[in-house]
Structure formats: structure tokens, C-alpha cells
């Protein structure tokens, strides 16, 4: 099933030297041949939005079909060092944006928090990963304070070097980043669109349920600099909201704007509790309480007393707030593309880095039948291609099921594909993919990932 041709037929499909070089209704003769019959030989899906990018990261998404996996919100600050620390270690495709909220650490504090713990890491996940983000979240003039002059050109400067690097285009988080006013969004804007790459941003926060100021705020740079945009995890940006966001997007769409946007199907967000976005009043902001909460190393639900308590200790905290329904809506949309927001994979975590994409498949598309399979593919493969592939060389060959395509290539059984991770239980792996190749190699055989299988390559911007 190829979403881009609209291939859905039985054909053998023959690869060499990682390509595909052959569909044919006829039988072929190989070095080896591996008989796929009664289930699905769909694009490897890619997923613009993984903070994950560790070992465990690339094994539960490889379990859950994903072939490429990006950090495009958040992003890294040191490109070159993330890409190359990955290099021959990684299971999947990997690749980064330029950090906003990495460069104004930078200006602000003077530290580099640089990026997260490589792909080699195996115990000690947790402290680990903790000790990098306690680095930059322990300081707080990158959140509050706004940029000078001075300081706005050098944040650009930064993220300029980051594009020189291989960035895939600059990844803000604004909900983080309160201090940055106008006229800093509006530099890095411009050098998005002066570069010719996209610009992926984590909206502001909304000021109570169902505003849309922090979306207008958005695209109104976007159509100011003529940068390309897009608005990462429109379901938890918009909440009650949902239906609004969308219809604008579609709006801003007609009218010329390069704008796309993702979801993930889950009703719960994830992120730092020490963040701005719990702040005082998040409970109307966001139409919670303490006990929606859900502390990501214990799973115990939150009070006053421990909301307090663990707000100074920082960490991570599962956020229920969202009702199915507006996922639902997120789902049916045409244009909304698969994207998990996939934190990184210890205990507790939220289940949207290990099920995502088997989630899509199972319930919205087997059981509640949201979308048609080939709606589901395109979301998950060719719409993410499509939308980088102007900025990436590397993504016009991927998301497709064509002669002189890569071979990343998701096998799994429409009638038994399955997520199993929970928020009790965040580690399982998906089922029902017996079978992903990354460039011809397979990484998961027989639905077993393969020992020692490290094909993935960095994915950069560029020429």
C-alpha cells in the first residue's frame, strides 16, 4: 500500500542495495526472499517529533514501525555533536532542528546545555537525563526574561550555526519561552524564512480554554516573513478548542501560508513540572486539577502537597487533560499528520513513545474506523515526507513505494497490529509488526528487533 501513488495491490517487491528496484505482479528471484503474504508492505513511518533519541527510543519505535525518527520541536543545541554521536549506533534514521529554547539558555545563562544522553546509553537512563534537563530548566532568565538587541542577534547567530550543521530547520518551544516577545519570534522567523527551512513551534500557552490568540500569534509571523510553519501537537496546543485550531489552519492554508500541523492519540500531554507551563492558574489555563497528574516515577496522582513538593524537585509529570473526542477530531482531519511527541523511554513514561503508531492503526483505524488504512499511511508516511522534503533531499525518497525509493519499509497485520504500552505499564512494545527494514536491512525480523542492526543514518537539511 503506497499512499502517494495510491499503490494498493499484491506485487513482489524487489530491493537492492537498500533501494527498491523492482514491483512486479510476476514472482522474483533474490539472495534471499521473505514471503510477506496476507499482510501490509507499507512507507517506513516517520515521525517529526521524537525527543526519544536514545537506544530505547529507536527500539520501541522501530517496534511501532517507525523508520525515521526527529526531534523538530525541541531540538538540539550542537548539531554536528548529536548527529555524529548516533552515527553507525542507531537502529533507525535520526535527525534534529536548530533549539530555540537551547540558544537562549546559551545568551542567558552562558551554558551550553548541549543535547540529550547519545544512543548508547543503557542503564541510568533516568538520573542521566534528568542531570541534562536540571541544567537548563534550574536557571530561569530563558523563560522570563526578554532579549536586547544584543542578545536577540546573537540567539539568531546561534541558530544560524545550527543550520550550518545539518539542523532540520529551527524548532521553538514559545510555550516554554515567555520572555520571548514579538520581535524576538519575529527574528528567528525571518531566518527561517530567510534560509528556506521550516520552523516548528510549540505555540504559547492559551490564556484560558478555547483561545486561539497563540495561534493567531503564529501564523501572523508566518505571513509576515514568509516562513514556512508548523504547529507540532495541535491537539494539546488547542484542547477544548480543537475544531477552532483546525478550521483556521485550513484558513491560513487557502490562503497561501505554508503551514502544516501533527497530533498524537493519546488524551494525556507529558512534560518538566518545573516548566512555565505550570505556573499559577494552570489549573483554569488548562481546565485541570492536582489530581490530573500523574508523576511519571512513581504513577501516583498528584495533590497540592506533592504537586509542590516535586515542582521543586523537577521532573516529569503525565498531564490527563484532554477528552477523546477532540482527539478524534485531531484524527479525522485530512491534513493532521501522526506524530508522538515520544519522551524519553523509562519507566513510567508517557505510552505515546512505544504505541503511537500502532494506536493510529488498531483504534482509529481498524476499530473506530476514523480513517481508512490508506489515510492512516499517508499520515504516518508520505505526509511527513512530503512536508520535509523541500528542506531534506533525503525525504524525496522516503514515505514511498516506488522503483528508486529507500527501502524503509513497515510490514504489520491490519487485523492484529496492536499498542500495548499503558500509563501503568509505558515499556511494552507494539505487536502485530512482524517485520521493519531501514534501507534494506532489517531491524525488526519476525517481531524480534535484530541484535547488532544499526542502519540509520542522520537526516540533515541542506542543498
Known amino acids: 500500500m503506497d499512499p502517494a501513488s495510491g499503490l494498493d495491490g499484491a506485487v513482489f517487491v524487489g530491493i537492492t542495495d537498500g533501494r527498491i528496484s523492482t514491483l512486479s505482479e510476476a514472482p522474483l528471484q533474490g539472495a534471499e526472499i521473505v514471503d510477506v503474504s496476507g499482510l501490509v508492505v507499507a512507507p517506513g513511518f516517520i515521525d517529526l517529533h521524537v525527543h526519544g533519541q536514545h537506544t530505547p527510543g529507536y527500539d520501541h519505535m522501530a517496534r511501532d514501525g517507525v523508520t525515521a525518527a526527529l526531534d523538530l520541536e525541541a531540538g538540539v543545541l550542537g548539531t554536528g555533536a548529536f548527529l555524529a554521536d548516533r552515527e553507525g549506533e542507531a537502529r533507525i534514521h535520526y535527525g534534529a532542528s536548530a533549539g530555540h529554547i537551547g540558544s537562549r539558555v546559551k545568551v542567558k545563562h552562558g551554558i551550553s546545555p548541549g543535547h540529550a544522553p547519545t544512543a548508547n546509553v543503557s542503564g541510568g537512563l533516568r538520573a542521566r537525563f534528568l542531570r541534562f534537563v536540571q541544567r537548563w530548566f534550574r536557571p530561569t532568565a530563558w523563560m522570563y526574561e526578554p532579549a536586547d538587541a544584543e542578545e536577540r542577534a546573537e540567539i539568531v547567530e546561534i541558530l544560524a550555526a545550527e543550520l550550518d550543521q545539518g539542523a532540520i530547520g529551527i524548532g521553538m518551544g514559545l510555550a516554554y519561552t515567555p520572555g520571548a516577545d514579538a520581535e524576538e519570534v519575529r527574528a528567528v522567523f525571518a531566518l527561517a524564512a530567510e534560509r528556506d527551512v521550516p520552523i516548528f513551534v510549540h505555540i504559547g500557552n492559551q490564556e484560558s480554554m478555547g483561545d486561539i490568540e497563540p495561534l493567531e500569534d503564529v501564523l501572523g509571523h508566518a505571513a509576515a516573513t514568509g516562513a514556512a510553519l508548523h504547529v507540532v501537537h495541535v491537539n494539546s496546543s488547542s484542547l477544548s478548542a480543537i475544531a477552532t485550531y483546525l478550521d483556521r489552519i485550513d484558513r491560513a492554508r487557502a490562503s497561501g501560508l505554508n503551514v502544516t500541523t501533527e497530533a498524537y492519540p493519546y488524551t494525556a500531554a507529558s512534560t518538566f513540572i518545573e516548566s512555565v507551563l505550570f505556573d499559577e492558574g494552570f489549573q483554569e489555563r488548562r481546565g485541570i486539577d492536582y489530581g490530573d497528574l500523574q ?169
Open 295 to 463: 508523576w511519571q516515577a512513581t504513577g501516583e496522582r498528584l495533590t497540592q502537597e506533592s504537586f509542590e513538593r516535586y515542582r521543586k524537585e523537577g521532573g516529569t509529570v503525565i498531564i490527563h487533560m484532554m477528552e477523546p473526542e477532540w482527539i478524534e477530531t485531531a484524527m479525522a482531519h485530512p491534513q493532521v499528520m501522526i506524530a508522538s511527541d515520544g519522551m524519553p523511554m523509562v519507566a513510567g513514561a508517557h505510552p505515546r513513545g512505544a504505541g503511537t503508531h500502532a494506536r493510529v492503526l488498531a483504534l482509529y483505524t481498524r476499530e473506530n474506523g476514523t480513517m481508512t488504512l490508506m489515510q492512516a499511511l499517508s499520515k504516518l508516511s508520505w505526509q511527513p515526507a512530503q512536508r520535509l522534503e523541500a528542506f531534506v533531499p533525503d525525504m524525496a525518497n522516503k514515505g514511498r513505494i516506488r522503483i528508486g525509493a529507500d527501502a524503509d519499509l513497515t510490514i504489520f497485520d491490519p487485523a492484529t497490529v496492536q499498542d500495548n504500552a499503558t500509563f501503568d505499564d509505558s515499556l511494552r512494545y507494539s505487536t502485530g509488526i512482524p517485520h521493519v527494514l531501514v534501507e534494506g536491512t532489517f531491524v525488526v525480523r519476525d517481531g524480534e528487533l535484530v541484535e547488532g542492526a544499526a542502519p540509520g543514518r542522520p537526516l540533515r537539511a541542506g542543498p
